[in-house]
């Protein structure tokens, strides 16, 4: 689950991605999932902190550097859910 800092609620990862897609995603332009922002964000705060999410709840768009970030070992957990190819997904 992820905070958004604009409504103050949690809504899970995919829901993120989903809402993002919808909003930016337009022809070739696809967007990555949220999960992948979120782990390389751990490893270079800085390579998206401009980088603009939407909101599922609100439908607010919020700076992935406004998200309170998750831990790794959580982050790493949630990927062997969801599965390695999903990482690299485009949507």
Known sequence: MIYCSACGKEVNEYNWTL??????????????????????????PKKYED????????????RLKLLPLPERKALLNYLREVGEEYLFERF
Do not use: I, W
Request: proline content about 5%.
């Open 19 to 44: 809402e993002t897609a919808a909003t930016f995603s337009d022809g070739d332009k696809t967007c990555p999932t949220l999960l992948l922002l979120l782990l390389e964000s751990l490893d270079d």
């Open 51 to 62: 980088y603009q999410l939407v909101c599922p709840h609100c439908h607010e768009k919020v």
